[in-house]
């Protein structure tokens, strides 16, 4: 799992981020980012488990091998994710959380703008 902006394993609420896989889903879909992103698209989420509480990370696309997803804001530094897709869930993921983690997204995804 990575930083959506700059491909990095930096992360913090309300950040968007690709998870990697296999099998997540049949086509390639992608939510218009003018409006509220789902939270599953096509039977693809991702839980978000933070102190015992499981939240649903919004999704901005979804492949066969990757899923893009927002972080919900108020989680803690240390959370678990977990990906569901028609055929069952992933195996939790612990990743750590910084409170901010500002990136910017950038033509060569170098994070350092153009």
């Given amino acids: ?3 959506d902006a700059d491909l990095t394993p930096a992360f ?3 950040g968007a981020v690709i998870i990697r896989g296999q099998t997540f ?3 390639t879909r ?3 980012y003018g409006v509220p992103w789902p939270n599953q698209l096509d039977g693809v989420s991702v839980e978000v488990t933070d102190s015992g509480r499981t939240l649903a990370a919004p999704i901005g696309g979804i492949a066969a091998g ?3 997803a927002q972080l919900p804001f ?3 530094a240390t959370v678990d994710l977990r990906v569901g897709t028609p055929a069952g869930r992933s195996a939790a993921r612990t990743i750590s959380v910084a409170a901010r983690s500002p990136r910017l997204y950038s033509a060569d995804w170098s994070g350092k703008g153009i």
């Fill in 12 to 14: 913090a609420p309300g």
């Fill in 74 to 76: 108020g989680i803690s």
């Fill in 66 to 68: 990757w899923v893009s």
């Fill in 1 to 3: 799992m990575v930083n």
């Fill in 25 to 27: 889903a049949a086509a």
């Fill in 30 to 32: 992608r939510v218009d």
